[in-house]
Nanobody, 115 residues
Framework: QVQLVESGGGLVQPGGSLTLSCATSGIIFSAATMSWYRQAPGKRRELVANVTNKYITNIAASVEDRFIISRDNTKRSVYLHMNSLQPEDTAVYYC?????????WGQGTQVTVSS
């Protein structure tokens, strides 16, 4: 059974930092491209960042100077390090795994940036 479990979300003040984690099971993690998406209220889900199985990263232009994606194959996990958070970063953040011809999603974790 495939599971992707996100954690690390919460309420943070503008300018603050959070690190999201996505722990996986049931997939060949080392072969997967791992992604973080987010969906704000009333908006479409958008790609934030991804990292391939060869550690090639892609970061959305809107966050590339503030967010970093990383992975740890030994822990079967992917991380999103978010700095200088702004209210417009408020969203549910989702983890996605793409491996072979399949994709799997986590349930999401809420990030709220507010004073």
């Amino acid at each position: 059974q495939v599971q992707l479990v996100e954690s690390g979300g919460g309420l943070v003040q503008p300018g603050g930092s959070l690190t999201l984690s996505c722990a996986t099971s049931g997939i060949i993690f080392s072969a997967a491209t791992m992604s973080w998406y987010r969906q704000a209220p009333g908006k479409r889900r958008e790609l934030v960042a991804n990292v391939t199985n060869k550690y090639i990263t892609n970061i959305a232009a809107s966050v590339e100077d503030r967010f970093i994606i990383s992975r740890d194959n030994t822990k079967r996990s992917v991380y999103l390090h978010m700095n200088s958070l702004q209210p417009e970063d408020t969203a549910v953040y989702y983890c996605k795994a793409e491996v072979w011809d399949s994709e799997y999603w986590g349930q999401g974790t809420q990030v709220t940036v507010s004073s």
